[in-house]
């Protein structure tokens, strides 16, 4: 089956490392997402890893996948105040289509 | 160009009333898809096209009908709105050539009371 889940809630202090999990059930999952999505607006793709990776970098975002214990993360370095937002994992699932977790809240605090 | 567009931004319905939902694009993408969000919640598939004059049902289809006559064009349309449907809706297109990206519109926000 399919199912994406992930916490709903964290704080963080701007500069500090953020890091958001989230744990998916299709192990025939090829690619996993992590999309932004900013207070009354649409998704915005922030990256994506192919499942044979183990870990993808881009600029101030890390992603880790662990594909025998189906956990996906998001880190992001030096946590701005712009990055308080909601995030969502997504995996693609068969005829290309999209399965989202629930969100987590992104909060910066100053 | 204007991505994924949707109109209206906001709606109130009253229970059993119609409305379509338009969603456009001008990227001449192949891919287009239907999301609602609920409050809290992740976004579920509603219905999703591979072309024009092809659709297929999504995870929550009941209540909505689609149709896909051109490339540009994804209208949603629901029949005998129900307060279960409010909602916030999102549009979505994606290529064929780049299938790992999909570009939201900035949603429908509907209300059915």
């Known amino acids: 089956g399919e199912d994406v889940e992930q916490s709903l809630f964290l704080s963080v202090r701007e500069g500090d490392s953020s890091v958001i999990n989230c744990t998916y059930t299709?192990?025939?999952?090829?690619?996993l997402y992590w999309y932004k999505q900013e207070p009354g607006a649409g998704l915005q793709l922030l990256t994506y890893?192919?499942?044979?990776?183990d870990m993808k970098q881009d600029q101030r975002l890390t992603v880790l996948l662990n594909k025998k214990d189906k956990h996906l993360s998001l880190r992001i370095a030096d946590t701005q105040t712009g990055d308080s937002a909601i995030y969502f994992c997504?995996?693609?699932?068969?005829?290309?289509?999209?399965?989202f977790g629930g969100g987590t809240r992104v909060l910066v605090k100053p | 160009n204007a991505g994924v567009t949707q109109t209206p931004k906001f709606r109130i319905l009253k229970i059993g009333q119609s409305m379509t939902l338009q969603c456009t694009q001008d990227?001449?993408?192949?891919?287009m898809y239907w999301y609602r969000q609920d409050p809290g919640m992740g976004l579920k598939l509603i219905y999703y096209?591979?072309?024009?004059?092809?659709?297929d049902k999504g995870e929550v289809p009941n209540g909505y009908n689609v149709s896909r006559s051109t490339t540009e064009d994804f209208p949603l349309r629901l029949e005998l709105a129900a307060p279960s449907q409010t909602s916030v809706y999102f549009c979505?297109?994606?290529?064929?050539?780049?299938?790992?990206?999909?570009?939201f519109g900035p949603g429908t926000r509907l209300t059915v009371t």
């Open positions: 979505a297109s994606g290529s064929r050539d780049r299938v790992n990206e999909q570009y």
């Open positions: 299709d192990s025939s999952s090829t690619y």
């Open positions: 890893i192919f499942s044979n990776m």
């Open positions: 997504a995996e693609r699932t068969a005829g290309n289509k999209l399965t």
């Open positions: 990227m001449n993408h192949n891919y």
């Open positions: 096209s591979v072309g024009a004059g092809i659709t």
